[in-house]
């Protein structure tokens, strides 16, 4: 009774939370700040810093709930109030947390039945985070009596712009009986009938037919990849439906000024972000990378196109690197003297409002001693506090122009949350294909500075773009793929990687020759497929030189129909079979990758689609390591940023309208050079 209790209340408080879009009139730049976890206090040498440094906002409360509530019943906000209020009399914006993904040691000793138990049957221990299972009754009750004090208790301050939910939320790996009885109401919800599931889960295989719901199985050992998709679903949705409910008791409390958001990590398959969005004012992404010499631009910011296409609407930065990160010290590599700075412009390039570093200081105890905050473990001002000084007082002047960047792209990559776990069950190779391979598309665009959204298989809309990227589309409905076949014919153009349409929504092999509904704008069919060894293509299709003109692993038998070959490969047997075929269908292309290529054959293929359809200029681009991003500000004038991701002195043409450098103020005209230092930035207002 308690699970169906609170299912529902998932479902009902889920509906009632709704999400408006988060105002800001400049960027906002600062720190995670934990007060409680200084050596000695230091409150007002803190606030000074960071009034001297140019910080206007800071993020605090989500990590403390011992603090919070001591005791059972107990709350205690005192040692929180006079940091806000010392921030509230600097000038600096606050966005607190709930606490609700690090519990208090009282309520672990109370109630262990909260910990979350693994498929494997281990029990997740006290002394780390994220521990819980979220679908407990008890935990859920606690949950909802610190997030309503806490959010009554700030709502009402003057300085706290917004409240963040929860903390980086997934399942944690839970596997209680509590999630596995509510997986089976989700079923039931779902397919009525174990009659119904049978058929669709041909569970006849191995004779494992169910004839009632009280025999349904454990998720621990099954082999069935329909079962292991339902429930990679279901592990998605609890953390969307627990941010959704913590969304709407807050917004009980909020003022209308203030926002509800919550800070994802960029793994996808954690979490039903699509869902989740929905619920939140605005979306916030935690995301660290390399430095130093192995930084690349796409790691940096490949993440803000997923995060801005989600409400499609700007989002924040709430954590990334300030100085060397990682959980012990074998990993050290602090940024080059003006990384932090590139790294800051190529989040607000890509339409972020707010960049947040973890954390102000460095932290003397614990596991993440080593990731380091602005500050060093001595407390005193540094090299990265500088370069952010030099930053924030940069945005203080021209973060109005940046703030609530407009972006449009003309290309997209569609994303399957099912098929990306999907190509795990059966996989074709090591290492995860569909992420790879996502990746690798995105990578290609962004080198050649292809702007790239990201559409959701969930509920896609290709409404505005001309060229669509597609993963392995592995498990995919036939409304999906019609709308690919449709958004083709209307004059869309398509480059589409191996095992697309092979399977339904339910990771169920279609039983028709592949790749089922895309075989009419695809323009042929295949019947067998084989694993390969490396491969070359004939006679170097896409000029990519002898030791890059190579696929491997997978390669399709493919039987065109329509379909054009535009490489083949350079063997005695498989060089009967297209290796990637292009078919124009309707008014529109279709080009499909047959076999895994790698990253200069992608390159080649999206940069020469690219051209062909005017999105790229044929001459005079720059490429990669100059990376230039667009979008229009508040007032309506285009913004260009030009950033260098090299240690090396570039010049630039600028190819734009007449306009103006906001940091030299030069008057900047078509055709004149950009001149970058090494990761160096250059932003022209036209």
């Not at 009280?214 to 679903?233: H, V």
Request: aromatic share 12%.
């Amino acid at each position: 009774m308690k699970r169906i209790i609170v299912s529902l209340l998932f479902l009902i408080t889920a509906i009632a939370a709704k999400s408006q879009d988060a105002k800001f009139n400049n960027i906002l730049y600062g720190v995670a700040y934990y007060h409680e976890y200084m050596p000695y206090e230091r409150l007002e040498k803190d606030v000074q810093m960071m009034e001297d440094a140019g910080i206007n906002v800071v993020r605090m409360g989500e990590s403390t709930w011992s603090l919070f509530e001591p005791n059972d019943g107990v709350f205690e906000f005192s040692w929180l109030d006079r940091v806000v209020d010392r921030m509230e009399k600097a000038g600096i914006k606050v966005i607190i947390g709930t606490p609700t993904y690090s519990i208090p040691a009282w309520m672990a000793k109370k109630h262990p039945e909260i910990l979350a138990v693994r498929l494997d049957g281990s029990v997740n221990s006290y002394g780390i985070r994220q521990n819980t299972d979220l679908t407990n009754p008890t935990y859920l009750f606690y949950c909802e009596r610190i997030i309503r004090k806490v959010a009554e208790h700030y709502a009402k301050h003057p300085s706290v712009i917004g409240f963040q939910v929860d903390n980086e939320t997934s399942t944690y790996g839970a596997a209680n009986s509590d999630m596995q009885g509510n997986f089976v109401d989700y079923l039931k919800n779902k397919y009525k009938t174990v009659d119904s599931l049978n058929r669709t889960w041909g569970l006849q295989y191995w004779g494992m037919t169910l004839n009632d719901w009280d025999e349904f199985p454990s998720r621990q050992g099954t082999r069935n990849p329909c079962y292991k998709l339902e429930w990679d679903r279901f592990v998605m949705k609890v953390p969307a439906d627990f941010i959704k409910w913590q969304a709407s008791i807050v917004n009980e409390y909020k003022r209308k000024d203030q926002f509800v958001t919550h800070d994802f990590m960029p793994w996808l398959t954690s979490i039903d972000q699509c869902s989740a969005s929905k619920s939140l004012d605005i979306m916030s992404l935690n995301i660290y990378h390399d430095t130093q010499d192995k930084v690349k631009g796409e790691d940096v910011i490949w993440a803000d196109d997923v995060y801005r296409s989600l409400k499609k609407t700007n989002f924040l930065i709430t954590e990334t690197n300030a100085q060397a990160i990682g959980w012990d010290a074998k990993g050290q590599y602090p940024p080059f003297d003006g990384q932090p700075r590139l790294f800051v412009y190529s989040h607000l390039a890509s339409g972020a409002n707010m960049v947040e570093y973890w954390h102000w200081h460095s932290i003397h105890y614990g596991q993440e001693t080593y990731w380091k905050g602005v500050l060093g473990h001595d407390l005193e001002p540094n090299r990265f506090y500088n370069e952010v000084s030099k930053i924030a007082h940069e945005l203080k002047e021209i973060g109005p122009k940046l703030v609530n960047l407009k972006i449009k792209n003309k290309v997209a990559i569609l994303y399957s949350r099912d098929s990306d776990v999907g190509m795990g069950y059966l996989p074709i190779k090591d290492g995860n294909v569909y992420s790879d391979v996502m990746r690798q598309m995105h990578r290609a665009a962004f080198r050649q500075n292809i702007g790239i959204d990201f559409v959701f298989a969930d509920n896609p809309d290709f409404t505005g773009y001309e060229l669509l990227l597609v993963p392995p589309l592995y498990i995919a409905s036939n409304a999906l793929l019609t709308k690919i076949s449709d958004f083709v014919k209307q004059g869309g153009h398509v480059i589409m990687s191996v095992k697309s349409g092979f399977c339904d929504e339910n990771s169920a092999v279609r039983h028709e020759k592949a790749p089922g509904p895309l075989r009419e704008p695809a323009g042929f069919y295949y019947q067998e497929f084989s694993s390969v060894n490396e491969m070359s293509l004939s006679n170097d299709p896409f000029k990519v030189g002898v030791e890059n003109n190579k696929v491997s692993n997978w390669v399709e038998f493919i039987i065109p129909e329509n379909a054009k070959t535009i490489a083949s490969y350079d063997d005695q047997f498989f060089g009967k079979y297209p290796a990637i075929t292009e078919n124009k269908f309707g008014n529109g292309s279709f080009i499909y990758e047959g076999c895994l290529v790698n990253d200069e054959i992608q390159s080649a293929i999206i940069t020469k689609k690219a051209e062909d359809l005017g999105l790229i200029s044929k001459e005079n681009r720059a490429r990669y390591p100059v990376i230039i991003k667009s979008g229009t500000n508040d007032k309506g004038k285009a913004i260009h940023y030009y950033l260098n991701y090299s240690n090396k002195s570039l010049n630039v043409v600028y190819n734009f309208n007449s306009g103006t450098n906001l940091f030299t103020k030069r008057a900047m005209n078509n055709g004149e050079n950009i001149n970058l230092n090494p990761w160096d930035v250059a932003i022209v207002e036209e």
